[in-house]
């Protein structure tokens, strides 16, 4: 198989042992409620459109150039730069493709020039966030997105990769022609192709080449 496009979870992937919600939650004042909605989440007691509905009314009135500021400063897995650009000097395509919030998956896109982004969507009025879901995102719209994307570049999700750590990563991971679980739960390695454990992002290399 040749990869021609990765696929990059955000919250525990990207973001090692966190999500954009908590660190941002943290900073709104709004911690308890978001990872109370979290833990619901992990239980399968609710729905990630109801964490994003719980969670939106948080940012109102807040400048979304300060979230994206916030964003980029929340710690993020060694050896991301060296691995996108591995990436990119193959003529790989990589994305972002995240449960969360599209503004702080946009940061990271732009940071890492990364050809595309989608998430669920914050409404933004004159650069403010208005505090509303302006359009949900859930697991199997990841699988609609990367098939999508590879489309319009000629090949299919065969030639595709998909990295991630949880269950919204598993209809990706059952699709795409190569998954890896990157410090994964057991439900998300069990439906990987692989899984590993490492801080270095750089280690999924050898992986994606692989014969």
């Known amino acids: 198989m040749t990869v021609r496009l990765v696929s990059f979870d955000l919250d525990g992937t990207l973001f ?3 999500t954009t919600c ?3 939650g943290r900073r709104l004042g709004h911690l308890d409620v978001i990872s109370a909605l979290e833990v619901r989440y992990a239980n399968f007691e609710i729905s990630n ?3 994003a509905e719980g969670d939106a009314f948080a940012y109102a009135g807040v400048q979304v150039r300060e979230m994206e500021a916030a964003v980029l400063s929340i710690p993020t897995i060694k050896g991301i730069d060296d691995t996108i650009a591995a990436l990119h000097a193959r003529g790989i395509i990589t994305l972002i493709a995240t449960v969360s919030w599209s503004f702080a998956a946009r940061a990271l896109a732009r940071r890492y020039h990364m050809a595309g982004f989608a998430c669920a969507e914050m409404l933004e009025e004159d650069g403010v966030f208005a505090g509303r879901v302006s359009r949900h995102f859930e697991a199997e719209d990841k699988v609609h997105f990367v098939r999508d994307f590879a489309a319009e570049h000629g090949f299919g999700l065969d030639h595709c990769a998909a990295i991630g750590d949880s269950r919204s990563d598993i209809p ?3 699709n795409v022609g190569r998954s890896i679980a990157l410090n994964a739960t057991e439900l998300a390695q069990a439906a990987a192709t692989v899984s590993l454990r490492s801080s ?3 280690d999924v290399l050898p992986l994606l080449f692989r014969a």
Request: overall charge negative; aromatic content about 6%; glycine content about 0%.
């Open 49 to 51: 459109a109801e964490v």
């Open 172 to 174: 990706l991971f059952n």
């Open 200 to 202: 270095d992002l750089t």
């Open 16 to 18: 090692p042992d966190t």
């Open 22 to 24: 908590l660190e941002l």
